[in-house]
T-cell receptor, first 113, second 114 residues
Framework: TQLLEQSPQFLSIQEGENLTVYCNSS?????LQWYRQEPGEGPVLLVT?????EVKKLKRLTFQFGDARKDSSLHITAAQPGDTGLYLC?????????????FGKGMKLTVNP | EAQVTQNPRYLITVTGKKLTVTCSQN?????MSWYRQDPGLGLRQIYY???????DKGDVPEGYKVSRKEKRNFPLILESPSPNQTSLYFC?????????????FGDGTRLSIL
């Protein structure tokens, strides 16, 4: 199984601060997805990045896929309390003719007002 | 409304008593899967199904069974539950993994095996 390491695992910041969460692997992925999960709910997709070097922006969130398609980052500008949640990255790869999806362990973000 | 529905949402039971967690999706998705989420271990795939009657093991299949007799339903069966299967379980569906479509998750089933 290919592994995805997320860092940091926990982050508590004040409203208005910026932050970056990283998702790293020694393996190549065909695509990478970022999800956000709130307590009592399932993860919800934020973005999918497919091309090495790709950058996508979603309001205050900026996602980047590494040139070698082994890593990704999520940068949040001017965090707000509503950004609080668990952020998960998930990488897709081929194994035995099937495309698999592996999740990182997540980063739990708390944004204090 | 497009959704993945899991039942029950919460269950407390005892070791060895067979149980089934149901999962149903209304989006006509081909791909369905089950995950368990544990503190410090993240989301791990138990089983997946790429189409009706086609299922395969994920990363942690021991102690679980699944079936896919119709496209919309993908039940998870614990024939003889044990305490180490206490966890938060999620069902997910998507068009296909390889077309980079999002996984749609249910709201989870919190299972406690005493």
């Amino acid at each position: 199984t290919q592994l995805l390491e997320q860092s940091p695992q926990f982050l508590s910041i004040q409203e208005g601060e910026n932050l970056t969460v990283y998702c790293n692997s020694s393996s190549v992925f065909s695509s990478l997805q970022w999800y956000r999960q709130e307590p009592g709910e399932g993860p919800v997709l934020l973005v999918t990045v497919v091309t090495g070097g790709e950058v996508k922006k979603l309001k205050r969130l900026t996602f980047q896929f590494g040139d070698a398609r082994k890593d990704s980052s999520l940068h949040i500008t001017a965090a707000q309390p509503g950004d609080t949640g668990l952020y998960l990255c998930a990488g897709a790869y081929l194994r035995g003719g099937s495309e698999k999806l592996v999740f990182g362990k997540g980063m739990k973000l708390t944004v204090n007002p | 409304e497009a959704q993945v529905t899991q039942n029950p949402r919460y269950l407390i039971t005892v070791t060895g008593k067979k149980l089934t967690v149901t999962c149903s999706q209304n989006m006509n998705h081909e791909y369905m899967s089950w995950y368990r989420q544990d503190p410090g271990l993240g989301l791990r795939q138990i089983y997946y199904s790429m189409n009706v009657e086609v299922t395969d093991k994920g990363d942690v299949p021991e102690g679980y069974k699944v079936s896919r007799k119709e496209k919309r339903n993908f039940p998870l069966i614990l024939e003889s539950p044990s305490p180490n299967q206490t966890s938060l379980y999620f069902c997910a569906s998507s068009v296909h993994v390889w077309v980079n479509q999002p996984q749609h998750f249910g709201d989870g089933t919190r299972l406690s095996i005493l």
